[in-house]
Every structure is written in structure tokens, then in C-alpha cells.
């Protein structure tokens, strides 16, 4: 009796020509259902955000950035009041108030003023952090665009959502961004202040805190001005 053996073919999707060169003949091709290949694509996607999200988180900043960070402060950092350096003190502590600010160290004697709870609103905060994210990866060489790829299975979008840019910047978001105050006496009539900020890694955010809190500063000091002038002129 002739022994038999079991032979295992390999299946490929292509043709294979005929022995005489005459044509070509089709060879069963795998078959994967169109859910599977969803879910596989799913599963890539994934992992392309995981990997920008968990490097963000780790190391939110470029040496670009810090670069422009320097430019911005040398450009915006510094104010010169010519109000006397008691009255830029208080305008200063009663704009951090107004910003909502979280006071941690006030040192008249010195000039010295540490807060930290520094936002922007919601609409802006979220169009400021975006840029960031698009901006960081370009840097780093990765591919925003696929923050914003839809995923095709309804299982793999509730995972992406937890990854998504917004979600991707919370630890940023939540970190607790400080802003110093650093107030010289110049002369009787005349106050400089240096306003600097830690954790703050995107130059456009930089840049946005700035103007808010010299907006802010402005109207008090504009406010106590007007009061003051009200009270000499009832006296």
C-alpha cells in the first residue's frame, strides 16, 4: 500500500502564468472580512495616537520653543510705570485677584509676587492647545493628521476618544502654571515690573498670558489712578 501524505499549500492572491505562456490562471486569495480589516486599521490608528500622546505628556517642549519662549519675554516680559512703586504693588495684587489667581508669596519689602492658577477661556485655552499639539508633533516628526482620522468601529472610538488631542493635553492643561511678578524701584514716580511664567512650554500660550495679564493690570492700575484722583480732589 502507497503511503500517503498530507501536503500544505500556501495561499496567495495573485496569478500565476500557464506553461505555455498563454495566459494567466487566478489563485484563491485570503479572504479578510471587511469588520476584521476595520479593526485592524482601528488598532494602527491607536497606536499612532498612544505614541504621540504618551511622548507629549512626557516631554511637552522643543528647543524651538524655549528659543521663541526667550524672545517673547525679552519682548513682553517688561513694563515701565510711571506711578510710585506703592501703588503698582497694590494695582498688581488686586489684578492677580481679578484674574483669579492663587497668591502664594507676597513680599512688599522686596517687590516680589508668586501666584499660580493662570487660564484662558475655554474657547481660546482650546484653540491655543490644538495649535500646540500640531505644532509639537510637526517638530518631532510625527503626523497630526491622525488625531483627527474617524475610527470605523464604534469599540476602537470609544478607546480613541480617551486619546484624542483634547484628552492628549489634560496633564498639560491641569499643570500648575505659575506667574511671577518682580517689581524695581526706578525713582520716586516711575515702577518696573518683570512678569515671567513657569511651565508654560507653547510660545503662543506664553504669549497669550501676557497680554491678558497686562490687560488686567492696566485697568486697575487705570481704576486706582482714577481714585486716587478722586480722593485728592475731594480733599
Not at 12 to 27: E, K, N, Q, R
Not at 28 to 56: C, H, W
Not at 164 to 169: A, F, L, V
Request: with cysteine.
Amino acid at each position: 500500500m502507497k503511503h500517503m501524505r498530507n501536503i500544505t499549500l500556501a495561499v496567495v492572491v495573485g496569478t500565476i502564468p500557464f506553461l505555455a505562456g498563454c495566459g494567466s490562471i487566478p489563485i484563491v486569495g485570503a479572504y479578510i472580512d471587511p469588520a476584521t480589516r476595520n479593526y485592524q486599521a482601528d488598532s494602527e490608528l491607536i497606536q499612532q495616537r498612544q505614541k504621540i500622546a504618551m511622548e507629549f505628556n512626557n516631554r511637552p517642549d522643543t528647543d524651538a520653543w524655549h528659543e521663541q519662549r526667550s524672545k517673547i519675554s525679552l519682548a513682553m516680559g517688561d513694563r515701565v510705570f510711571d506711578k510710585d512703586f506703592g501703588r503698582v504693588y497694590d494695582s498688581l495684587t488686586l489684578a492677580a485677584s481679578s484674574l483669579e489667581l492663587k497668591v502664594s508669596n507676597m513680599e512688599r519689602t522686596s517687590g516680589y509676587i508668586s501666584a499660580s492658577g493662570i487660564t484662558l477661556s475655554p474657547t481660546e485655552a482650546d484653540t491655543i492647545y490644538r495649535q500646540a499639539v500640531n505644532e509639537w508633533c510637526q517638530q518631532k516628526g510625527y503626523d497630526a493628521s491622525v488625531l483627527d482620522k474617524q475610527f470605523k468601529t464604534a469599540d476602537m472610538a470609544n478607546v480613541g476618544a480617551m486619546i484624542d488631542s483634547g484628552t492628549m493635553m489634560q496633564k498639560y492643561k491641569t499643570m500648575q502654571k505659575t506667574l511671577t511678578f518682580q517689581l524695581v524701584k526706578m525713582g520716586d514716580n516711575q515702577t518696573k515690573v518683570k512678569l515671567r511664567f513657569a511651565d508654560v512650554y507653547f510660545p503662543g500660550e506664553v504669549e497669550a498670558y501676557y497680554k491678558l495679564v497686562w490687560r488686567a493690570v492696566d485697568k486697575q492700575i487705570f481704576v486706582d489712578q482714577n481714585i486716587d484722583g478722586g480722593v485728592e480732589k475731594r480733599n
